[in-house]
């Protein structure tokens, strides 16, 4: 059973901060990892991709995966209001690259 | 470039009663997804379309559930007979390659 796990939270940070989103998986396997917004009553939104261990940057999101330790995490700098949302991580392996999503953390950003 | 279409948007209806819902992926997208979201969860797979053919249903409940895509294109999904725990929107999502992009979803309400 392929698991991708997430703590539901909310993580609570002041506008301004670095919000840190984590997510373990159970699949060695998987080689692709997403990261989605969702906000309230609204469908997931793909922000970020990430294939290979290491750092990737793109604007004030940075995905990090430790393949190794099964993790990936997404850092948010400057931490907005408007970044509220839920925020779900997701993996695929490398035959099917049918994702498979965690619960995804609420993430509360306030002023 | 067009987004993934939906529809209805929302959909109220008995218990044992029957509902389809409609989707129309991204132009070129071979790769189709049905997965259903129940509130406070994260997406769960129920079939993967890889142009007209079924890659992954295992998950799909298929005593009552059923889908298809016609010419590797437009997909729907159908539920016949509705139980109440079928409440949960119904998202639709296409890619090509890596990483899917969600239509907005029909929410579903079985009473």
């Known amino acids: 059973q392929k698991e991708v796990e997430q703590n539901s939270g909310p993580l609570s940070v002041p506008e301004g901060a670095i919000a840190s989103l984590n997510c373990t998986y159970s699949d060695r396997g998987s080689q692709s990892f997403f990261w989605y917004r969702q906000y309230s009553g609204k469908s997931p939104e793909l922000i970020m991709s990430i294939y290979s261990n290491g750092d990737k940057e793109d604007g004030r999101f940075t995905a990090q995966l430790n393949k190794a330790s099964q993790y990936v995490s997404l850092l948010i700098r400057d931490s907005q209001p408007s970044d509220s949302a839920t925020y779900l991580c997701?993996?695929?392996?490398?035959?099917?690259?049918?994702?498979?999503f965690g619960r995804g953390t609420s993430l509360i950003v306030h002023p | 470039e067009a987004g993934v279409a939906q529809s209805p948007r929302y959909k109220i209806i008995e218990k044992r009663q029957s509902v389809a819902f409609w989707c129309n992926p991204i132009s070129g997208h071979a790769t189709l997804y049905w997965y259903q979201q129940i509130l406070g969860q994260g997406p769960k797979l129920l079939i993967q379309?890889?142009?007209?053919?079924?890659?992954?249903d295992s998950q799909l409940p298929k005593d009552r559930f059923s889908a298809e895509r016609l010419k590797g294109v437009d997909s729907t999904l159908k539920i016949q007979p509705a139980k109440l725990e079928d409440s949960a929107v119904y998202l639709c999502?296409?890619?090509f390659g890596q990483g899917a992009f969600f239509g907005q979803g029909t929410r579903l309400t079985v009473v």
């Open positions: 999502a296409s890619s």
């Open positions: 379309f890889q142009n007209n053919g079924v890659v992954d």
């Open positions: 997701a993996g695929a392996s490398g035959g099917s690259y049918i994702p498979t």
